[in-house]
């Protein structure tokens, strides 16, 4: 499934909010700041792209006074080379990044980013969560100083998003892959999510008053594994509502390599117990349900999110001078079994 796009600066998947493009925007004296906002793994299920069983309305609204891409595609379908591809304007058959253990600096060349480039042009440059994948392929350090005027800001709860926080039928926690969560018991009482809008919202605060412009990158986790979101948007999706992919067969002659057994979501303890066989094992039906009825509630519990840190931004006047971006890494793909 492709990424959704959403229009600045081309594919794989933005959307350019400048200012909405009003003439509002257009006329701003100075130059317009710059809000980009990435996400993980989200497939265009989104009410803007014609998903009406999906609530997105804060994405949706955005979409609707944007430019909004309809034929983008994902560089790799892979977080980290994604990433580099779209934040440094190059293929990964140039940065040389098929996965997670290169830093392209090091291995294909010194290519700049786009935040490097705005912090080179007068801007204070800021990221806060998930922007580049972390680890090797971002030198452990989200590509600083290169890229960014200070640290960039990651969550203090994003260490338990793989841990035994969900609780089970059993009533004990576990690691699962569904996991929604009453937030006042999971450890520090928050989600990275949470904590990613509100650090981006006090730099926003910060920004008001500096005579700098800014870029702003804000990378959220969800709808990304685990299912790791606030119990009540479970609800706007009941099972009964939810479909199934309409060919869940594996292909006939389907080449291994053409296959992810995804051997990450087969040692969540929830997928354990069903003890799929490697690696065409069907998934129950009743479980396919309650992992795209997960999906889709990540999807709104980020769309909170989003709408949370627009709202900020037009309560501090800052939304016509600035422009917005909204990408995903790529798309997730629901071919049933996995």
Known sequence: SPPPCLGWLGCPGFSGHAGDLTEASLSHAGPLNVLLIIVDDLRPSLGCYGDKAIRSPNIDQLASRSLLFQNAFAQQAVCAPSRVSFLTGRRPDTTRLYDFNSYWRVHAGN??????????????????????????????????????????????????????????????????????????????????????????????????????????????????????????????????????APDPQVPAGLPPVAYNPWMDIRQREDVQALNLSVPYGPIPVDFQRKIRQSYFASISYLDTQVGHLLSALDDLQLTNSTIIAFASDHGKHFQIPW
């Open 111 to 244: 290519f700049s980013t786009i935040p490097q480039y705005f912090k080179e042009n007068g801007y204070v440059t800021m990221s806060v969560g998930k922007v580049f994948h972390p680890g090797i392929s971002s030198n452990y350090s989200d590509d600083s100083p290169y890229s960014w005027s200070f640290p960039p800001y990651h969550p203090s709860s994003e260490k338990y998003e793989n841990t035994k926080t969900c609780r089970g039928p059993d009533g004990q926690l576990h690691a699962n892959l569904l996991c929604p969560v009453d937030v006042a018991d999971v450890p520090e009482g928050t989600l990275p999510d949470k904590q990613s809008t509100e650090q981006a919202i006090r730099l926003l605060e910060k920004m008001k008053t500096s005579a700098s412009p800014f870029f702003l990158a804000v990378g959220y986790h969800k709808p990304h594994i685990p299912f790791r979101y606030p119990k009540e948007f479970q609800k706007l999706y009941p099972l009964e509502n939810i479909t199934l």
